[in-house]
């Protein structure tokens, strides 16, 4: 064999070594991710296969499923009491999007200085999201307490009587009165989301702002907020598909009512699903909100998509 045969015979085995190199590499790729990926089927396709299935039966959780087509999802679509969850939600969301992200961010802004004190009031700031949400229902349930609670005996003491109330027990104001709460709790965590993204913004961009002689609200206006919109979009996706899966604290605190006025979609699951036994038209409720928290995030990441993010 000659010369030029040996180093196509080299190159050709050389070849082989690097594609069998490349397979093993991309299967390795793979079974990283399987984990993840059995876990997310188990999880996550899994429930939710099986209640689409049972969504499209009559079952108490006990007897045989029976079969009833789509009649789930004509009763969902005529229920006065299911539809009026949903506007109940998109109010829920729309005020925790002001006291928790929009106050949130203002904290951000006025705490993000090292001066002294300032890190102890981030961190009083933050302390709420350390207590669970059921004991922040149970304890806020107290403070809106119509006899004993703590805003109407301060109102009392203030000589404003007139103005206690039953908050939780009156319509008009039980859905404020949890949106409070929420805030309260939730407020301090999109804070810290915000101080982290003001931590990466160059000083010199400020100190450039200053020399063009911009103050100190026009800095916020052409400086901080443009520079924080990508974290802005992922505060606001969280705070909406955190609404839609809220349950705990209005199960605390008002449980849908009163006459339900606080009713959203996964306590009106729950009450259909556990309370009333009827576990198919539960499901068929779960799928339905399934589809439309997946349809809102998505238009929503569409709407705030742009081809060029900024780089600082």
């Given at each position: 064999?000659?010369?030029?045969?040996?180093?196509?015979?080299?190159?050709?085995?050389?070849?082989?070594?690097?594609?069998?190199?490349?397979?093993?590499?991309?299967?390795?790729?793979?079974?990283?991710?399987?984990?993840?990926?059995?876990?997310?089927?188990?999880?996550?396709?899994?429930?939710?296969?099986?209640?689409?299935?049972?969504?499209?039966?009559?079952?108490?959780?006990?007897?045989?499923?029976?079969?009833?087509?789509?009649?789930?999802?004509?009763?969902?679509?005529?229920?006065?009491?299911?539809?009026?969850?949903?506007?109940?939600v998109g109010v829920y969301i729309l005020g925790t999007l002001v006291v928790e992200v929009a106050f949130g961010l203002l904290m951000a802004v006025l705490l993000a200085s090292d001066r002294l004190g300032f890190a102890f009031m981030r961190g009083l700031f933050f302390s709420p999201m350390v207590l669970s949400m059921v004991a922040a229902g149970i304890l806020w349930k107290y403070v809106y307490d119509y006899r004993t609670g703590l805003l109407?005996?301060?109102?009392?003491?203030?000589?404003?009587?007139?103005?206690?109330?039953?908050?939780?027990?009156?319509?008009?104001?039980?859905?404020?009165?949890?949106?409070?709460?929420?805030?309260?709790?939730?407020?301090?965590?999109?804070?810290?989301?915000?101080?982290?993204?003001?931590?990466?913004?160059?000083?010199?961009?400020?100190?450039?702002?200053?020399?063009?002689?911009?103050?100190?609200?026009?800095?916020?206006?052409?400086?901080?907020?443009?520079?924080?919109?990508?974290?802005?979009?992922?505060?606001?996706?969280?705070?909406?598909?955190?609404?839609?899966?809220?349950?705990?604290?209005?199960?605390?605190?008002?449980?849908?009512?009163?006459?339900?006025?606080?009713?959203?979609?996964?306590?009106?699951?729950?009450?259909?699903?556990?309370?009333?036994?009827?576990?198919?038209?539960?499901?068929?409720?779960?799928?339905?909100?399934?589809?439309?928290?997946?349809?809102?995030?998505?238009?929503?990441?569409?709407?705030?998509?742009?081809?060029?993010?900024?780089?600082?």
């Amino acid at each position: 064999m000659d010369s030029s045969s040996r180093a196509a015979t080299h190159r050709g085995r050389g070849g082989i070594t690097r594609s069998r190199a490349a397979r093993l590499e991309e299967l390795q790729k793979y079974l990283f991710i399987l984990p993840a990926l059995a876990l997310f089927a188990t999880f996550v396709l899994l429930p939710l296969g099986s209640a689409l299935y049972f969504s499209f039966t009559t079952w108490d959780g006990l007897r045989t499923p029976e079969w009833v087509g789509t009649r789930n999802y004509a009763r969902a679509f005529a229920d006065t009491i299911h539809v009026r969850s949903y506007v109940n939600v998109g109010v829920y969301i729309l005020g925790t999007l002001v006291v928790e992200v929009a106050f949130g961010l203002l904290m951000a802004v006025l705490l993000a200085s090292d001066r002294l004190g300032f890190a102890f009031m981030r961190g009083l700031f933050f302390s709420p999201m350390v207590l669970s949400m059921v004991a922040a229902g149970i304890l806020w349930k107290y403070v809106y307490d119509y006899r004993t609670g703590l805003l109407n005996e301060a109102l009392r003491a203030g000589g404003l009587g007139d103005f206690a109330h039953p908050w939780l027990s009156d319509p008009g104001t039980a859905m404020a009165g949890v949106i409070v709460v929420s805030g309260w709790k939730y407020a301090g965590f999109f804070m810290i989301i915000f101080l982290a993204a003001l931590r990466r913004i160059p000083t010199s961009l400020y100190e450039a702002a200053m020399l063009d002689g911009a103050t100190a609200l026009q800095r916020l206006w052409h400086v901080t907020l443009p520079l924080l919109r990508e974290t802005t979009i992922i505060a606001v996706l969280l705070c909406v598909t955190g609404g839609f899966a809220a349950f705990d604290l209005f199960f605390t605190m008002t449980n849908g009512g009163p006459f339900n006025a606080t009713e959203i979609p996964t306590t009106w699951i729950v009450k259909q699903a556990f309370d009333r036994h009827n576990m198919g038209y539960g499901a068929a409720l779960t799928v339905i909100m399934t589809v439309v928290v997946g349809v809102v995030s998505l238009a929503y990441l569409l709407a705030t998509r742009r081809r060029h993010a900024v780089e600082y």
